[in-house]
């Protein structure tokens, strides 16, 4: 049995900034992942996607964000447990016992749930027989925006993702053609009017409509069949297909811990991000409150304020005093800097 005055279900960017809010207030943690390594769907699904909504950072990977919010928190000695999932979660007394697919047992004062959209899966395109073109023609995420290179991309979806790579590797393809089902789209608008302004030059193809077939030359994929809005058949030369669907959430076990659930996600109140359960926090694409919006920057002002909530809780009666990284002695103190003399 391991205690730990807080444990977080999830190592994604918002589970990694929540271990470095909790170390400015004294509180260390362990963390829990289904996956192998630290990172969520930012390291999973799109490593190399770029994101410009980080303060401070006009533009970060995916995975460079994921590497710095690591670096960040490393003076706070957290303890991750890779590749288990939770499996039960059940409060007795003050404290939560937890239990993982691993037979990893813990008692936790406080719990963190940052787990995203929850065992996540990517939406796929279902054609029979294309699922042995999987990772080598058909990918639902991009490890290597090199090995895209020269080749004829078909991207199929309209989310941030879809845009955001068609956009980028649009100068290295020898073709690229953007499918969606309609022209209304999920996507960041300035997203969307770069597209069609390419589009409009001829440097991209855009289309709507349903894949419903697809066309092969000696083994290999070579293209889409599409049905567009219109009712007029189409064959898309496809070398390689990037699928942005998006991804099927699944909860798993978190949904028979008894917490308040509206659709798929965790209902919180605003001011510790805190469940229907004293004690459980949610932060993150898997909580629900008026006015969300799933940012990761959005889950960083959360994982702040449930940071303070979990020091009153574990201090009853005591003032919580707001940490400044620029005169915190704790956080001089890790990071071997002289505290300022007034």
């Known amino acids: 049995m391991i205690p730990t005055d807080c444990l977080i279900i999830g190592a994604g960017p918002c589970g990694l900034f929540q271990v470095f809010e ?23 699904l799109y490593p190399e996607k770029p994101i410009y909504d980080i303060p401070a950072y006009p533009i970060i990977g995916a995975q460079e964000l994921v590497e710095k919010l690591m670096q960040q928190i490393h003076p706070f000695g957290p303890t991750f447990h890779f590749g288990q999932q939770v499996t039960e979660l059940r409060a007795e007394g003050d404290a939560f016992q937890v239990a993982t697919s691993a037979g990893t047992r813990f008692t936790a004062r406080s719990v963190v749930i940052a787990a995203g ?9 279902r054609l029979d027989g294309l699922d042995r073109f999987h990772d080598s023609q058909i990918f639902y995420r991009v490890r290597d925006a090199a090995q895209h290179a020269g080749k004829h991309i078909v991207v199929l979806g309209g ?8 956009l980028a590797l649009l100068d290295k393809a020898a073709s690229m053609t ?18 069609h302004a ?12 349903h894949v419903h077939g697809y066309t092969e030359e000696s083994g290999q994929l070579a293209g889409l069949k599409l049905k567009d809005n219109a009712g007029a058949e189409h064959v898309v030369p496809a070398q390689h297909v990037l699928v942005f669907y998006g991804l099927s959430p699944k909860l798993g076990p978190i949904a028979e811990w008894g917490l308040n659930l509206n ?5 919180v109140d605003t001011e510790k991000f805190e469940s229907s359960v004293p004690g459980i926090h949610a932060v993150g694409d898997i909580n629900t409150y008026p006015g969300k ?19 009153q809780r574990l201090n009853p009666g005591e003032k919580v005093h707001l940490q400044y990284t620029t005169t915190s002695p704790l956080m001089h103190q890790r990071l071997g800097v002289e505290t300022p003399k007034d």
Do not use: N, Y
């Open 198 to 209: 390419f589009a409009a030059q001829g440097r991209l193809k855009f289309l709507t409509g």
């Open 159 to 166: 989310g941030d993702s879809a845009l955001d790579w068609a």
């Open 263 to 267: 659709k798929h996600t965790l209902v």
């Open 22 to 44: 909790l170390g400015l207030l004294g509180i260390k943690a362990h963390l829990v992942d289904a996956l192998p390594k630290a990172g969520g769907q930012c390291s999973e």
């Open 293 to 311: 919006k799933k940012l990761i920057l959005s889950g960083f002002h959360e994982a702040a304020l449930a940071a303070f909530a979990i020091k």
């Open 117 to 125: 959209v929850g065992a996540f899966q990517p939406v796929l395109l």
């Open 178 to 195: 953007l499918i969606h089902r309609s022209d209304k789209f999920r996507a960041q608008t300035a997203s969307v009017e770069k597209m």
